[in-house]
């Protein structure tokens, strides 16, 4: 078998700091240290802990020479076939074959070492911010202050008043008007359904391709209305839609030339949320109803299924699959959305202040009213049913507990191609840089567009990339979530803080 050391890989000297109560009783600081050795490498995405003689091994092995293993001077067995089998070290032969290609991809996408491994181990599963903040006694601004002492100053100043050149202030127009009217919403309202052409015009302006740019049969640059480093435009666009006029809730992905959804299929995380709402008694089941026909009772609250719309039409088999998808569905207990469990949040991510504003003013939107969710409805593949109650849980999980984003409308998770950039700017120190940047200009755009609208939009950093890549069907090397952003109807009333000082989203008194 022939081996060689992995692409990319960094040794950090790890120490971690516990309490201690002996070290304590025994005169010391009370905090026990212990060092370790752990091996960071991007293509395998997990931390792995490495000994002396591991370690001396990753030093000695070239990762682009193939070398015969049984060449090696007094190899240290152990090291060697633990290496091969954690992936640190690459064999040629079948049995290694699943860490070859994680390597090889790494290896093909043109990643900036450094990047490749900041992205790879910044990426969270699991992950309660919300409790994290809770257990930090951080939730609100004043918490903050207390705990962590000042910040550095709100603005900086470089001169004193009077070596400073004042600019006039202009007199506002409508831009003004709507960049003041930009607030990050923290409230939804599960209750309004989004319309479907509302819905298409917010994804037109922020995300389509605007013109095509043909250099060759097989390299096309696109026109949008952000910038892009490089005019790659890399980062696709994954939806999870909840409450949208005439589309079945579920996962799309967006195609930017096309300007039409991709519906892709139930992640098994999902389908097991499902099937546990359905089941628990947590959730009122309401008894079966009429999911296949749009003239039944309550079909306007079913939503897509069997009602003609967009997005089912557009299936291979679009007949026989929605009937086979009602037939599911149907079979599938009712569960009524319980919408009362314990979202009474005031907490937000940055400022204090308990949220209890009045209605927002809506005028500058149209105003549909749509109907209440139904409760269980065929996935856009139409393979399983999704449980309503199950599907904004799969929000709540995405957005690390982030109970305020979990209603909004459409949740769009922002999922970089980053070979598309690396393609031009390879093993480039600033490649991975660019791309986080396009990310704030799709996020800005879409808090215009969606503001514009008369929409709430909001965007998080704080997201469980691991269950979203296994969820989308992504993966960390090619394409993995940078962000979650989302847009929908503001709600009734300001149950968790926004950040509205001039009231120019929620109306004051
Ligand atoms: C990159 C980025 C990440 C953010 N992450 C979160 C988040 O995790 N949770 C949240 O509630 N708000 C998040 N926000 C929203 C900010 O808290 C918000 O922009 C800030 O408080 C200012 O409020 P404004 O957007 O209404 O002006 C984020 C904003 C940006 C730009």
């Given at each position: 078998?022939?081996?060689r050391r992995c692409a990319v890989l960094?040794?950090?000297?790890?120490?971690?700091?516990?309490?201690?109560?002996?070290?304590?009783?025994?005169?010391?600081?009370?905090?026990?240290?212990?060092?370790?050795?752990?091996?960071?490498a991007p293509h395998l995405?997990?931390?792995?802990?490495?000994?002396?003689?591991?370690?001396?091994?990753?030093?000695?092995?070239s990762p682009s020479?193939?070398?015969?293993?049984?060449?090696?001077?007094?190899?240290?067995?152990?090291?060697?076939?633990?290496?091969?089998?954690?992936g640190l070290?690459i064999?040629?032969?079948?049995?290694?074959?699943?860490h070859r290609?994680c390597d090889e991809a790494l290896r093909a996408a043109y990643w900036?070492p450094?990047?490749a491994t900041?992205?790879?181990?910044?990426?969270?599963?699991?992950?309660?911010?919300?409790?994290?903040?809770?257990?930090?006694?951080?939730?609100?601004?004043?918490?903050?202050?207390?705990?962590?002492?000042?910040?550095?100053?709100?603005?900086?100043?470089?001169?004193?008043?009077?070596?400073?050149?004042?600019?006039?202030?202009?007199?506002?127009?409508?831009?003004?008007?709507?960049?003041?009217?930009?607030?990050?919403?923290?409230?939804?309202?599960?209750?309004?359904?989004?319309?479907?052409?509302?819905?298409?015009?917010?994804?037109?302006?922020?995300?389509?391709?605007?013109?095509?740019?043909?250099?060759?049969?097989?390299?096309?640059?696109?026109?949008?209305?952000?910038?892009?480093?490089?005019?790659?435009?890399?980062?696709?666009?994954?939806?999870?839609?909840?409450?949208?006029?005439?589309?079945?809730?579920?996962?799309?992905?967006?195609?930017?030339?096309?300007?039409?959804?991709?519906?892709?299929?139930?992640?098994?995380?999902?389908?097991?949320?499902?099937?546990?709402?359905?089941?628990?008694?947590?959730?009122?089941?309401?008894?079966?109803?009429?999911?296949?026909?749009?003239?039944?009772?309550?079909?306007?609250?079913?939503?897509?299924?069997?009602?003609?719309?967009?997005?089912?039409?557009?299936?291979?088999?679009?007949?026989?699959?929605?009937?086979?998808?009602?037939?599911?569905?149907?079979?599938?207990?009712?569960?009524?959305?319980?919408?009362?469990?314990?979202?009474?949040?005031?907490?937000?991510?940055?400022?204090?202040?308990?949220?209890?504003?009045?209605?927002?003013?809506?005028?500058?939107?149209?105003?549909?009213?749509?109907?209440?969710?139904?409760?269980?409805?065929?996935?856009?593949?139409?393979?399983?049913?999704?449980?309503?109650?199950?599907?904004?849980?799969?929000?709540?999980?995405?957005?690390?507990?982030?109970?305020?984003?979990?209603?909004?409308?459409?949740?769009?998770?922002?999922?970089?191609?980053?070979?598309?950039?690396?393609?031009?700017?390879?093993q480039?120190?600033?490649?991975?840089?660019?791309?986080?940047?396009?990310?704030?200009?799709?996020?800005?755009?879409?808090?215009?567009?969606?503001?514009?609208?008369?929409?709430?939009?909001?965007?998080?950093?704080?997201?469980?990339?691991?269950?979203?890549?296994?969820?989308?069907?992504?993966?960390?090397v090619?394409?993995?979530?940078?962000?979650?952003?989302?847009?929908?109807?503001?709600?009734?009333?300001?149950?968790?803080?926004?950040?509205?000082?001039?009231?120019?989203?929620?109306?004051?008194?």
């Amino acid at each position: 078998m022939k081996i060689r050391r992995c692409a990319v890989l960094f040794l950090e000297p790890r120490e971690e700091v516990g309490f201690d109560l002996q070290e304590l009783l025994n005169g010391g600081d009370g905090l026990r240290r212990e060092r370790r050795w752990v091996a960071l490498a991007p293509h395998l995405g997990e931390e792995v802990e490495v000994d002396a003689d591991e370690r001396e091994l990753l030093g000695v092995l070239s990762p682009s020479q193939w070398i015969d293993a049984s060449t090696l001077a007094a190899p240290p067995p152990a090291a060697l076939q633990r290496l091969l089998g954690e992936g640190l070290l690459i064999g040629d032969d079948k049995r290694h074959a699943a860490h070859r290609a994680c390597d090889e991809a790494l290896r093909a996408a043109y990643w900036h070492p450094l990047a490749a491994t900041l992205h790879a181990f910044t990426r969270w599963s699991g992950v309660d911010a919300v409790q994290n903040m809770k257990d930090s006694g951080t939730e609100t601004a004043v918490q903050m202050r207390e705990v962590l002492g000042a910040p550095p100053v709100e603005a900086a100043r470089r001169v004193d008043a009077p070596s400073q050149l004042k600019l006039p202030r202009i007199a506002a127009t409508g831009f003004d008007q709507l960049l003041a009217r930009r607030v990050t919403c923290r409230n939804f309202d599960p209750a309004r359904a989004l319309p479907f052409e509302l819905f298409a015009q917010v994804m037109q302006r922020v995300f389509a391709a605007q013109a095509e740019v043909r250099v060759s049969e097989d390299t096309v640059f696109l026109k949008k209305n952000v910038p892009s480093g490089g005019g790659l435009h890399p980062i696709e666009c994954y939806l999870i839609v909840q409450n949208v006029e005439d589309v079945a809730p579920g996962l799309y992905h967006y195609q930017a030339v096309e300007h039409a959804l991709e519906p892709l299929p139930l992640p098994e995380s999902l389908r097991g949320m499902t099937l546990a709402a359905v089941a628990s008694g947590a959730s009122e089941v309401a008894g079966e109803r009429e999911l296949a026909s749009a003239d039944a009772p309550g079909a306007a609250e079913t939503m897509a299924v069997g009602t003609g719309n967009a997005v089912a039409a557009t299936a291979a088999e679009p007949a026989a699959v929605v009937a086979d998808a009602a037939n599911d569905a149907h079979k599938a207990a009712v569960v009524v959305m319980a919408g009362a469990d314990g979202r009474n949040a005031s907490e937000a991510e940055a400022f204090a202040g308990e949220g209890s504003a009045p209605a927002p003013d809506r005028s500058a939107g149209p105003s549909t009213e749509g109907g209440r969710r139904g409760d269980v409805t065929a996935s856009p593949d139409h393979a399983a049913p999704i449980a309503a109650s199950a599907l904004r849980q799969f929000i709540q999980d995405m957005v690390a507990q982030q109970h305020w984003f979990a209603d909004a409308h459409v949740v769009v998770v922002l999922a970089p191609r980053f070979d598309r950039t690396f393609w031009k700017y390879r093993q480039h120190a600033k490649g991975y840089r660019v791309v986080a940047l396009e990310a704030g200009h799709l996020s800005q755009t879409l808090y215009l567009a969606a503001t514009d609208a008369g929409l709430g939009a909001f965007i998080t950093g704080a997201i469980n990339e691991k269950e979203l890549e296994r969820a989308f069907g992504l993966d960390h090397v090619n394409q993995g979530a940078l962000a979650i952003c989302g847009f929908g109807w503001r709600g009734e009333a300001m149950v968790t803080a926004e950040l509205d000082p001039r009231a120019e989203v929620w109306r004051a008194g």
